[in-house]
T-cell receptor
Framework: SQKIEQNSEALNIQEGKTATLTCNYT??????LQWYRQDPGRGPVFLLL?????KEKRKERLKVTFDTTLKQSLFHITASQPADSATYLC????????????FGKGTSLLVTP | EAGVTQFPSHSVIEKGQTVTLRCDPI?????LYWYRRVMGKEIKFLLH????????ESGMPNNRFLAERTGGTYSTLKVQPAELEDSGVYFC?????????????FGEGSRLTVL
């Protein structure tokens, strides 16, 4: 069956450090992968999309890598700030089901001053 | 530009009652999705509308759930009769194009508590 796995444990880091979150998947052949941010009590907010032919993508302090051989994406936040504290979700299209997005459970990030 | 709006933000009902959740997508977005997150689990896909047509409803749990999108604008998701396991947060999302960027714009969610 299809699976999207993200670190289940919360990630605690100090302000200014780089946070690295992992997304592994099985039984997907995605054309792209997306990352979303979700704050408590809010809906997910789109951050970045990376296509299968892209190794890396950057947006301000965010960097995403996509390794279709390893079936893994890494999400990096450099120079992290307390405002970056949130849950980060990895999402893949489900080509078996009309290309709707499937989400991982998310990784909670806490950045402390 | 207004985002995706959902109503109500929170609903508490008793088992066996009916609840109707509403979603207003971003104007001009043909694609509308319903998702649900139950406690401790991932956000799970329920169904996808393209305009007023159901493109994919493979995620709907059972026939107690009925989604409609009249005229291709707002959508409703009715749960009748509600069961305890239906509790969770129901998210609506919309997008302009399928598989172009695939970026979804989410509402804030409707939290449903079934007692």
């Amino acid at each position: 069956s299809q699976k999207i796995e993200q670190n289940s444990e919360a990630l605690n880091i100090q302000e200014g450090k780089t946070a690295t979150l992992t997304c592994n998947y099985t039984n997907y052949s995605p054309a792209y992968l997306q990352w979303y941010r979700q704050d408590p009590g809010r809906g997910p907010v789109f951050l970045l999309l990376i296509r299968e032919n892209e190794k890396e993508k950057r947006k301000e302090r965010l960097k995403v890598t996509f390794d279709t051989t390893l079936k893994q994406s890494l999400f990096h936040i450099t120079a992290s700030q307390p405002a970056d504290s949130a849950t980060y979700l990895c999402a893949l299209e489900n080509s078996n089901s009309g290309y709707a997005l499937n989400f991982g459970k998310g990784t909670s990030l806490l950045v402390t001053p | 530009e207004a985002g995706v709006t959902q109503f109500p933000s929170h609903s508490v009902i008793e088992k066996g009652q009916t609840v109707t959740l509403r979603c207003d997508p971003i104007s001009g977005h043909d694609n509308l999705y319903w998702y649900r997150r139950v406690m401790g689990k991932e956000i799970k896909f329920l169904l996808h509308f393209v305009k007023e047509s159901k493109q994919d409803e493979s995620g709907m749990p059972n026939n107690r759930f009925l989604a409609e999108r009249t005229g291709g604008t707002y959508s409703t998701l009715k749960v009748q009769p509600a069961e305890l396991e239906d509790s969770g947060v129901y998210f609506c999302a919309s997008s302009q194009a399928v598989r172009d960027t695939g970026e979804l714009f989410f509402g804030e969610g409707s939290r449903l508590t079934v007692l």
